[in-house]
């Protein structure tokens, strides 16, 4: 039995509904039932982003579509769980499944369009987060929405505004947080100022971003890893339509022009983001114990990893990096949605007085079935 005693697994269609699998009232994988009188669909599938921590798809059954967001492990790095649940076919944006891999077998999902999943009309956009992210909005009952991971602040993402929907799956990250990207730009300028900076990244996210700062900046171009390069070039040239327009060629001659990382030196971009596989591993573990270069996390920083461990000792420094909404962004979404329901996904529920507030008159919840 799921949540509020509603059977998973037995194909009771009497109105849609909406079940939060994982995802809602605390940091963690994203995965979210969604069942309708047409179709029963999952909206990602995620794993951590702490170390060991999977969704708990037990109880869901065997549903007939997976639909993926982005390619980020804690929306998509739980696919192998596909066979507890009926092996669905998986939709994804072209690119996102280019990114997961030939392994994966995908439909594609429009970067900014709408087609048929499953008899459901499925509309979605950019998100201003990640190479092929989404949002995506179900056509059933007054409206679902699943923003996924999103922003609206990124100078590298394009971002594409959503249709009304009287339900939604908020990207509630950085709970009450209203500070602008800017001021995270000015924090880190302050760093690289001072000297050598390591910063762990993850290449298919805010690597492209800060990258693009630093070369705006006048500072040259940043050191990049190979990874990193990659992933840049396939920016600039095959994933060029989810860039803003005036990305993509700064993008491409970072990719061709940037130094490789050989000593500390200038500001380094290295993957991956919590410094517990790749590039990044390799540097921390070179320079952890010398007093530079300064190392410098930016996103968030999973409990059980060298990311935690490096600043809890001071050794490395946090300065976020806006990948996220801020508290204003998701309240200018809600009202321009129209939203009646709001789930706020991904984040600590200790800030439901401040979502509340801000997105009043609109009635939130963490647990489900929501009726739709």
Known sequence: MGPGGESFGGHARVSSRLIPISGCGAKGP????????????????????QPGLWPDVSAIGAVDA????????????ALKLCSDIGNPQVHASAIVGNLLGAEIDTSPLPLH???????????????????????????????????GDYSVES????????????????????????????????ALDDLFDQGPVLLPVPAAGRAADIALHVERSGRGLPHIDDDIR???????????????????AALDRIACEAPGIERAEGVMLAGVADALSGRAAARVS??????????VFTGYVPPGTPAERLTR???ASYVRWNVHPRLSDNAALVRACGARVVLPAFADAKHIWAWRSAFAPAQISFEGPIIL
């Not at 998100?127 to 995506?136: F, T």
């Open 286 to 295: 070179q320079w952890e114990s010398a007093g530079a270069p300064a190392i």
């Open 230 to 248: 990659a992933l840049l070039k396939k920016l600039a040239a095959d994933y060029r339509e989810c860039l803003r327009p005036e990305a993509a």
């Open 113 to 147: 369009g709408s087609t048929e999943v499953c008899g459901i009309r499925v509309t979605t956009g950019r998100n201003g987060h990640a190479p092929g992210g989404v949002w995506l909005h179900l056509d059933v009952d007054d409206g679902l929405l699943y923003t």
């Open 313 to 315: 000792s001071k050794r």
């Open 66 to 77: 997976l639909l993926l967001s982005h390619s980020h492990r804690d929306h998509a790095g």
């Open 155 to 186: 100078p590298v993402y394009a971002y594409d505004a959503p249709p009304p929907a009287r339900t939604v799956i908020l990207d509630a990250s950085y709970g009450d947080y209203d500070a602008p990207l800017a001021d995270c730009m000015d």
């Open 30 to 49: 994203a995965c979210f039932l969604v069942n309708t009188a047409h179709a029963r669909l999952v909206l990602d599938l995620g794993y951590g982003p």
